[in-house]
């Protein structure tokens, strides 16, 4: 599934030599412990969204950042969101068709949020992989 989110079950159970009841129970039971999700995934580059950069943002008083953070998932340019050591207290993975983009989602998005002091803007000039890992179930004991 990893490679196509689309495959028969019937095609797997084929390849594996086990029962399609075998592969549709093994499935059910790995997304029912969050152990697998099957998405559809949009290129942003495919559909405009050119400019992907990171935003490191620093959080006033330390007790807002979760509550920074949970403000920040629900922003559609933003894919990641993660409170960080150092410095600055999240990264924000985003995807913007372009400058101007990123600037107004900064300024008027990120910066009216309250607890927001400063932030550090970071684009990426060439992006080599991009989309999901491939952690293997095998990593669950499994």
Do not use: C
């Amino acid at each position: 599934l990893q490679q196509d989110g689309r495959a028969a079950f019937t095609d797997i159970a084929t390849k594996l030599q086990v029962s399609h009841g075998t592969i549709r129970n093994r499935v059910n039971r790995l997304q029912e412990e969050q152990l697998l999700k099957i998405i559809g995934w949009v290129n942003p580059q495919a559909v405009g969204y050119r400019l992907p950069a990171n935003i490191q943002i620093a959080v006033e008083p330390p007790a807002r950042i979760r509550e920074v953070a949970l403000q920040l998932v629900d922003l559609p340019e933003a894919r990641f969101v993660a409170m960080m050591s150092g410095e600055y207290d999240l990264f924000v993975d985003v995807n913007a068709r372009d400058i101007k983009h990123l600037t107004e989602f900064v300024t008027e998005f990120i910066y009216p949020i309250a607890g927001v002091t400063r932030t550090r803007i970071n684009m990426y000039l060439e992006v080599f992989k991009i989309g999901p890992s491939k952690v293997s179930l095998s990593a669950a004991n499994r």
